[in-house]
């Protein structure tokens, strides 16, 4: 399995979910060596290979994002041995597994620590602005509008993954009564992507248009919204969306 992974390694790998376990699959294209350089083209998928028992444990591992060089690879897992101990609740928190180079093995995750995650609570789903100073995740630590809501936390050295400042709630525009997740964030648009689970969840899009003005939240019209949507990712140049 390890020899299978390292083939890819040099490719671009984009993690996705399929059930409870997290696999690669490479389109052909490579990461970019500097944070600046933009990746792609993008040529057909390959098979998905299963990151193996470093990166994935016997609990929940979901919901990947990796970072602009490959090297780091932030998931939530429902595993013990972080903020909640030995989380016999199950409480997702978001960990981060790292290596040293693209055809170097993943290390074993470690917690991002209790600024991130909280205890008694779910904390999860991470994404990052293009330029990986913020990241965006969703939690249901007390405090915020609903039964969870959108955080951003940022960090100065966008190659420190254990440097984040306190998150800061993105307010009661954005977030609802309802359990809010999956943001996805456009820097260039402005655009912010979320979904938002008032029974069945809604994909919906908030868009700034100055830093002076509110924040405006529309429930986007495509036929993506009549279903149950848990995590989204959108395309750079906003030409397509991904969902589970």
């Not at 964030?185 to 655009?191: E, M």
Request: some cysteine; glycine content about 10%; charged content about 15%.
């Amino acid at each position: 399995m390890q020899h299978q992974a390292r083939k890819t390694r040099t490719m671009l790998e984009i993690v996705v979910l399929f059930a409870t376990t997290l696999l690669c699959a490479a389109p052909g294209a490579v990461f970019g060596h500097d944070d600046d350089e933009p990746l792609g083209p993008f040529g057909p998928w390959s098979e998905p290979v299963n990151l193996g028992p470093v990166v994935n444990s016997p609990f929940d591992d979901t919901h990947p994002a990796i970072s602009k060089n490959g090297l780091s690879l932030f998931i939530t897992s429902g595993r013990p041995g972080g903020v909640n101990r030995a989380n016999l609740g199950q409480f997702n928190e978001i960990w981060v597994s790292q290596r040293s180079s693209l055809d170097a093995d993943w290390g074993s995750p470690q917690n991002l620590g209790p600024v991130i995650n909280s205890f008694g609570r779910s904390t999860g789903v991470p994404n990052f602005s293009t330029d990986g100073h913020l990241m965006f995740f969703n939690s249901a630590r007390p405090g915020g509008c609903g039964a969870a809501d959108l955080y951003v936390a940022r960090r100065k050295n966008k190659r420190d993954d254990f440097g984040w400042q306190a998150p800061v709630n993105l307010g009661c525009t954005i977030n609802s009564a309802a359990a809010d997740n999956g943001p996805t964030y456009w820097a260039l648009s402005r655009c912010f992507l979320t979904a938002q689970g008032r029974g069945a969840s809604v994909l919906k899009t908030s868009t700034r248009v100055s830093s002076a003005t509110t924040v405006r939240s529309v429930p986007l019209s495509w036929s993506l919204s009549s279903a149950a949507h848990e995590l989204t990712a959108a395309q750079r140049l906003g030409v397509m969306v991904w969902r589970c």
